[in-house]
């Protein structure tokens, strides 16, 4: 009896013991340069430190994303899956820098935090000094989160500032990695990767001389083991037709053919007249000839709508003064 007693008292000692706080870190950083990559190495290793080192906290993991914006969750892999694994009762207690850290979108800052708070989930925000299951939390978390995105607003106005200023000084620059021909030149401005550029003009070449059509063009390439702008082995009709009507190969800028419409989606449009654009003529070395350029404008319009083949050398050459469809071969 005594020793089924003391097993007993042993087993309910135990079972009042408080159970340790399953605590998780979140960081972010929001560009990939050296500086930020310091700063979100200092942020992992401080909160691996800090969460270990309190005997009543159990430390889940520091969840990380780097390079990323926090002006949506969307690409956010890092906090997504923090998020699933708190609503699955895997933590208790999230720690974080700063509102602006965890999110710079009002809704999805109070979206996320209430969705937590169901669950019994905590997020504590280390520079304001918020705990989110306290009463006055979520007024709190509502005016910082406003004031990061506002603050996000800001940042976003003046880069795109920067960028029409850049635009309106006639300053040129090219996505390098995902365009074929040209690469970053010691003055900064686009240099010929003569490599590359054979490719560009045995595309003009095959499109205007040959008469082939883009489709066919492409299979060309994907057959010859020719590489893409971005790499791939594989081309599509789309690529070579974007090459085709690409002002930059005859050596001219049209600058802001493309405009961000929201700052918190990122979602961009195609610039129809909403923004100022520029057209700068001559601003750095052409591969393509002007006239050669402007021809291959003109065919395209001439083709539109047109039923063509390329099986031979004469495909689509001639073509019909009353009805102006091309000649076909016959046999």
């Known amino acids: 009896k005594e020793i089924a007693f003391r097993a007993i008292y042993c087993y309910i000692l135990e079972d009042e013991k408080p159970r340790k706080k399953k605590v998780a870190g979140y960081a972010r950083v929001s560009t990939d ?7 979100y190495e200092a942020q992992v290793d401080y909160y691996t430190k800090y969460i270990k080192n309190n005997k009543a906290w159990e430390f889940v993991k520091v969840f990380t994303d780097e390079g990323i914006s926090a002006t949506s969750t969307k690409n956010r892999e890092g906090f997504k899956e923090m998020i699933r694994r708190a609503l699955d009762g895997e933590i208790d207690l999230i720690i974080t820098k700063s509102v602006s850290r965890f999110a710079r979108n009002t809704v999805d800052t109070l979206t996320t935090v209430r969705l937590l708070k169901e669950k019994g989930v905590e997020v504590f925000f280390e520079k304001e000094n918020i705990y989110t299951l306290d009463s006055k939390g979520e007024l709190l978390i509502t005016i910082m989160s406003s004031l990061a995105q506002e603050e996000s607003r800001s940042i976003s106005e003046n880069v795109t500032w920067g960028q029409r200023k850049r635009f309106a000084d006639g300053k040129i620059s090219l996505p390098y990695k995902h365009f074929l021909g040209y690469e970053k030149g010691e003055n900064g401005l686009p240099k010929i990767v003569e490599s590359e550029a054979k490719t560009i003009r045995l595309i003009y070449d095959m499109f205007y001389y040959q008469g082939k059509t883009p489709s066919s063009i492409a299979t060309i390439l994907t057959r010859e083991g020719i590489t893409t702008p971005s790499g791939k082995v594989r081309w599509v009709s789309s690529t070579i037709e974007s090459i085709l009507t690409n002002e930059k190969y005859k050596g001219d800028a049209l600058l802001q053919k493309s405009f961000t419409v929201d700052f918190l989606t990122k979602k961009k449009k195609i610039n129809e007249g909403e923004v100022q654009q520029y057209y700068i003529e001559g601003s ?14 003109i065919e395209i319009e001439k083709r539109k709508g047109q039923k063509r083949s390329s099986a031979g050398v004469f495909s689509s050459k001639l073509v019909c003064g009353d009805c102006g469809n091309f000649y076909g071969s016959k046999v």
């Open 33 to 39: 340069s050296d500086e930020q990559h310091t700063s």
């Open 284 to 297: 750095h070395p052409a591969i393509i000839s002007p006239e050669l350029f402007d021809l291959v404008q």
